[in-house]
């Protein structure tokens, strides 16, 4: 009996681990995918020959928009007031592309930026939406949310047509690397095998986009451009 309450506790105390592993996982992704997305904000800023002000306002909005939309959605408190490191780097990555930005390379940086910057968020929303005991369904809408939100609101302060409007296979992108993880989850797939897979899955359909001009059909009937 003491024998089986010893492997009892030791069992728990890898399962401790464990989740405490699979939390700092989620969390690097995190601060990593904000300042992605954080620099593809600055670079529509840059687009725009702005002040490093305005780098640290888009860079910041577009970095945590998404995931303060899923916060909100899924009842869990706004994750950069509970922690401000977030925003702390979110700024810096930010007010870091003022000093580094070139004007030769913004539109195609802005683009690469974001592509990297949405596959990550997109494991990360859908990651953290599981965590919490969101079903699999609305997790996938949660990374995909978290994922396209903050380039919405990137392109609405900018004055760009928003990725809902373009025939781009951008929120797509975010749906197949969230439906990934998510499933590779429920089969029993460690995070740190499927959340590398996921992003693997949506960066590279997001880049086969960019690099080859892949788009999803128009409606069969509709109007032609």
Not at 81 to 95: D, E, N, Q, R
Not at 177 to 196: D, E, I, K, Q
Request: proline residues 6%; charged residues 15%; glycine residues 12%.
């Amino acid at each position: 009996l003491a024998h089986a309450r010893c492997l009892d506790g030791r069992g728990q105390t890898w399962q401790r681990i464990s989740m405490d592993r699979l939390q700092t996982l989620i969390m690097v992704t995190d601060f990593c995918a904000i300042a992605l997305f954080a620099a593809s904000g600055a670079m529509a800023a840059a687009r725009r020959n702005q002040d490093i002000v305005a780098f640290g306002f888009f860079g910041t909005v577009t970095g945590v928009g998404g995931g303060t939309v899923r916060d909100l959605l899924i009842g869990a408190p706004v994750f950069w007031i509970a922690k401000p490191g977030y925003l702390a780097v979110a700024l810096a990555a930010s007010c870091g592309m003022w000093f580094i930005a070139r004007p030769g390379w913004r539109l195609n940086a802005l683009l690469w930026f974001d592509a990297v910057g949405m596959a990550a968020y997109a494991v990360v929303g859908s990651a953290k939406a599981l965590d919490l005991g969101v079903p699999p369904l609305p997790s996938i809408l949660m990374g995909a949310i978290t994922a396209s939100v903050g380039g919405i609101i990137r392109d609405l302060l900018g004055g760009e047509p928003s990725i809902l409007l373009r025939r781009e296979i951008y929120i797509t992108a975010a749906l197949c690397a969230a439906t990934v993880y998510v499933c590779l989850r429920m089969a029993g797939v460690p995070y740190g095998f499927a959340g590398p897979i996921a992003f693997a899955v949506g960066f590279g359909l997001r880049a086969c986009a960019l690099r080859f001009g892949w788009r999803l059909p128009p409606p069969p009937y509709g109007p032609r451009s």
